[in-house]
């Protein structure tokens, strides 16, 4: 069982900066992958980032390329989203998910765990 808390969201202005963090429990947090996806209202949950449990392999939605950067802290048990050049269309709420012994994947359902989710708004 894998337990994840989101933290760091907030209101930025257009071009600012933001950096979540998504705080696991579990001893397998390690052999997670582990990813980052955003809901904006009345959207679809999509993909923003994911990394691997193992050789740090990270993989990025096209429109957060160039722009945002994943990673984690195993011994922290701890995944960060450093969110940079944030534009409007970033504004949604951000959640963090765990793959058990998967590799990194870009669909909400290959996912086992979810937290609850940090707001993120960037105003114009």
């Known amino acids: 069982q894998v337990q994840l808390v989101e933290s760091g969201g907030g209101l930025v202005q257009a071009g600012g900066s933001l950096r979540l963090s998504c705080a696991a429990s579990g001893r397998t947090f390690s052999s997670c992958a582990m990813g980052w996806f955003r809901q904006a209202p009345g959207k679809e949950r999509e993909f923003v980032a994911a990394?691997?449990?193992?050789?740090?392999?990270?993989g990025y939605a096209d429109s957060v390329k160039g722009r945002f950067t994943i990673s984690r802290n195993n011994a922290k048990n701890t995944v960060y989203l450093q969110m940079n050049s944030l534009k409007p269309e970033d504004t949604a709420v951000y959640y963090c998910a765990a793959r058990l012994f998967g590799a990194t994947a870009v669909t909400p359902n290959e996912y086992d765990y979810w937290g609850q989710g940090t707001q993120v708004t960037v105003s114009s």
């Open positions: 990394i691997s449990w193992n050789d740090g392999n990270t």
